[in-house]
């Protein structure tokens, strides 16, 4: 059965880090885009960094550009977020999903994932 497992999350001052992982398992992930999404209480779900099957592409929402990076390894069918310089306005449930049917150019849209993960919870204290 194919499932993706996050993991990492917490509570963390403003300006700290978190790594975020998700874990992959019941089938072949290493030839698909990979992408972490978050959503805030009352908010929609929201684009966060994807990462192409190769991890060649990579690509961030404007808000985290420069604070968060996005990474795989393939080997240990295993995907990263790590989160610096982390903000009040970064509190969220974090999502990791698989885009396993469309073409990485619809990596920003929630709607090309097929595989999602149960979330793991991150805030960040003022």
């Given amino acids: 059965q194919a499932q993706l497992v996050e993991s990492g999350g917490g509570l963390v001052q403003a300006g700290g880090s978190l790594r975020l992982s998700c874990a992959a398992s019941g ?26 099957w190769s991890g060649g592409s990579t690509d961030y929402t404007d808000s985290v550009k420069g604070r968060f990076t996005i ?9 990263y977020l790590q989160m610096n ?19 990485y150019n619809y ?14 919870q991150v805030t960040v204290s003022s």
């Fill in 27 to 52: 089938r072949t992930w290493s030839t698909y885009g990979m992408g972490w999404f978050r959503q805030a209480p009352g908010k929609e779900r929201d684009f966060v960094a994807s990462i192409s």
């Fill in 71 to 79: 990474s795989r390894d393939n080997a240990k069918n295993s995907v």
């Fill in 85 to 103: 310089a982390l903000k009040p306005e970064d509190t969220a449930v974090y999502y990791c999903a698989a885009n396993t049917q469309y073409p």
């Fill in 107 to 120: 990596n920003d849209r929630d709607w090309a994932y097929r595989y999602w993960g149960q979330g793991t």
